[in-house]
């Protein structure tokens, strides 16, 4: 057995040598670009902002090393130019020679990766991406220059990634983004608090704008805006790389992906296609879908070294949970946001809250901002978010466990999670959203969202906001009334109104107040959140800003 394996990184190498565990004598060959196979490439931006010092770091393995233990045939500045599917062969041309070579096989794996994308903005030469060994090579050749200014272009992850590592480096720094927020898996009211951190810890954020021109030493925007620009980053996205795929006339889906089934096989029985390349199937819809996640190339390499091999295989679904750093936030997505459910015509629930990392008696514990979203019948759990300091990793991971694992919102109050002070609650927040999704589904209790008050308020709701009086002293959502909730039952005759919207902090004294409210007669409703998640939502913000 002759496989060839064009591109060396998560899912080449992952492919390569699970091929070689699972057989000894086959003959495997890889073909790379670059300079370099079986990089850390989620771990440039940080050789940039020198918290990885040195970049023998993010070299996990070397054209010899995988010889030495895999007897692996690893071919670095070799690119293929075309693949003859008739020949069953591969052009080859090396990069440093310039000599041009055919190479034959049985199996064909494409892992070419994605290319970034690079837009007709005049100017745009001057812009630098980062998705190689190369190319962080390069930004930090220039960041040692030691610039005054910099620009990164696009609020996806790695945009965000990059500008934090920037400011690192102690170079003043904008991040520019056409969309009205960053880290577009996001919710609004969640992407705020990443916002809210960027430029705090010094970013100048330029959001819902775009760039028009990037000239010698500056950069221009479509609203008019001049930066200053000494380095200028491009991180507005990736592309699948298909144009070889193309070539050889294999099939391309219908996001703009290598097309394969479930064993990554390509419309070419003989050659199959993982990682960024690929297109993926959407666990939630069954449609096709693209999530350049390391995790999954890794995984689609050892389905196709697997397949190759004869071995039963398992179908990969991707739910498409991720995890950003940025500054001293860490951010977690699962599934889908409500954008896309809204926009997919999905009914859903959405459930906010913003528990403590660990217990809250037990010294350091940081407060974190969660949302979940579910069908409103079955309970299915249709994504998640989360924004903090701690803890946010393991509660994202757990939820998209849940999700595999068919588990249903009210059934994550069933879970019986690991508890000490130091490392959780008693009810942990997981089961928190569990018991809140139980009550919505049942009945029990109806709640509104941050973006409802104002039709709320219209319908003729009055709006109770039951925290401390010296809370709500420090901020309050316009023409709330303020009642604490343990006065609620001595000013019961100030409530002249049937329907009561009822907001405290986070929403659980409103859920407390609210079930009284009930057993009182009144129509009331909850604040989903409470007053935090609408203190971060856009429209606080627009309040704000007009104040």
């Known amino acids: 057995m002759k496989i060839v394996i064009i591109g060396g990184v998560a899912g080449g190498m992952s492919a390569a040598t699970r091929a070689r565990r699972l057989d000894a004598s086959a003959e495997i060959i890889v073909l790379e670009k670059s300079g370099h196979v079986s990089y850390a490439n989620c771990g440039l931006p940080y050789y ?26 690893v071919r670095i500045s070799s690119e293929v130019t075309v693949i003859n599917r008739a020949s069953k062969t591969v052009s080859v041309r090396n990069l440093l020679t310039k000599e041009l070579s055919e190479i034959s096989y049985d199996k064909l794996i494409l892992s070419p990766g994605a290319s970034p994308i690079v837009p007709p903005i ?48 102690g170079i003043k720094t904008a991040l520019v983004e056409a969309m009205p927020q960053v880290l577009a898996p996001l919710d609004p009211e969640m992407a705020s608090l990443v916002a809210k951190e960027m430029a705090l810890q010094g970013v100048e954020l330029h959001l819902a704008d775009g760039v028009s021109t990037i000239d010698p030493t500056t950069v221009t925007l479509t609203s008019g805006a001049v930066l200053p620009a000494d380095l200028v980053i491009l991180a507005i996205g990736v592309r699948p790389d298909t144009s070889l795929a193309k070539a050889a006339d294999i099939k391309v889906g219908t996001r703009g992906g290598i097309e394969v089934d479930d064993f990554n096989r390509t419309s070419d029985p ?11 199937v959407d666990a939630l819809d069954g449609e096709a879908t693209l999530v350049p996640l390391a995790n999954l190339a890794n995984r689609h390499g050892r389905v196709a070294a697997d397949h190759i091999s004869g071995l039963i295989t398992r179908p990969v679904k991707t739910i498409g949970t991720a995890i950003v750093k940025v500054f001293d936030l860490m951010i977690a997505t699962t599934g889908w946001n409500e954008k896309r459910l809204s926009a997919d015509g999905r009914p859903f629930m959405a459930i906010h809250t913003h528990p403590n990392s660990h217990a809250g008696y037990y010294p350091d514990a940081k407060q974190m901002a969660l949302k979940l979203l579910f069908d409103p019948t079955t309970g299915e ?16 991971d757990v939820i998209a466990t849940a999700i595999r694992g068919d588990i249903t919102a009210p059934e994550l109050a069933d879970l019986e999670l690991a508890y000490a002070p130091p490392f959780g609650s008693a009810k942990d927040p997981v089961n928190m959203l569990g018991y809140i999704s139980e009550n919505l589904i049942s009945g029990l209790l109806e709640t509104a969202q941050w973006n ?5 308020v219209e319908k003729g709701f009055d709006l109770i906001d039951v925290r401390s009086a010296e809370e709500f002293s420090r901020g309050s959502i316009p023409g709330a009334v303020s009642m604490p909730i343990d006065e609620i039952r001595d000013r019961i005759s100030e409530l002249t109104k049937k329907n009561i919207l009822v907001n405290c902090q986070v929403g659980q004294r409103g859920h407390t107040a609210t079930m009284l409210l009930k057993e009182l007669g009144f129509n009331a409703i909850n604040l989903d959140g409470g007053y935090l998640t609408w203190s971060n939502s856009p429209i606080a913000n627009k309040e704000k800003a007009h104040v």
């Not at 020198?50 to 233990?69: F, W």
């Not at 003989?270 to 993926?280: L, P, Q």
């Open 48 to 73: 940039v902002g020198g918290v990885i010092e040195e970049e023998k770091d993010l070299l996990l393995q070397t054209p010899e090393s995988l010889h030495a233990r895999f007897r692996l045939d």
């Open 122 to 169: 005049p100017g745009v030469e001057r812009a630098m991406t980062l998705r190689t060994v190369e190319d962080v090579e390069r930004i930090t050749n220039r960041v040692h220059e030691k610039p005054a200014n910099a620009v990164v272009i696009g609020g996806g992850f790695i945009g965000v990634e990059i500008a934090e590592n920037l400011i690192h480096r």
């Open 270 to 280: 003989d050659i199959y296609a993982v990682g960024d390349a690929a297109e993926k």
């Open 381 to 396: 759990i249709l994504g998640a978010q989360g924004v903090g300091i701690e803890g946010v990793d393991k509660r994202i």
């Open 452 to 456: 409802q008050i104002d039709s709320f």
